[in-house]
């Protein structure tokens, strides 16, 4: 079964960096656009970035682009979202996400001023 599991979040001060990655396993993780979602506490999930399936093709959100960046490994089954010049309003449980429904457990990321 499709499986997604995030990890790298974590507590960083405004300014700093983080790297999160999403391991995937369970269908041909070459053949698919991945994404990457962020909830904050009391807002809905948002979209933050998109990445062809062959990480030709990027998308970012207006709030993140520039400071964001979307990568994969296809022959890791990985895909990774580097977070630059980080803000507190960054702060959110981050998500991978496959077409149509496939989402993973989340990771946290906490953006200190």
């Known amino acids: 079964q499709v499986q997604l599991v995030e990890s790298g979040g974590g507590l960083v001060q405004v300014g700093g960096s983080l790297r999160l990655s999403c391991a995937a396993s369970?269908?041909?993780?070459?053949?698919?656009?991945m994404r990457w979602y962020r909830q904050a506490p009391g807002k809905e999930r948002e979209w933050v970035a998109h990445i062809s399936s062959r990480g030709v093709f990027t998308t970012y959100a207006d709030s993140v682009k520039g400071r964001f960046t979307i990568s994969r490994d296809n022959a890791k089954n990985t895909v990774y979202l580097q977070m630059n010049s980080l803000k507190p309003e960054d702060t959110a449980v981050y998500y991978c996400n496959r077409d149509p429904a496939y989402w993973g457990q989340g990771t946290q990321v906490t953006v200190s001023s």
């Open positions: 369970g269908f041909a993780f070459s053949s698919y656009a």
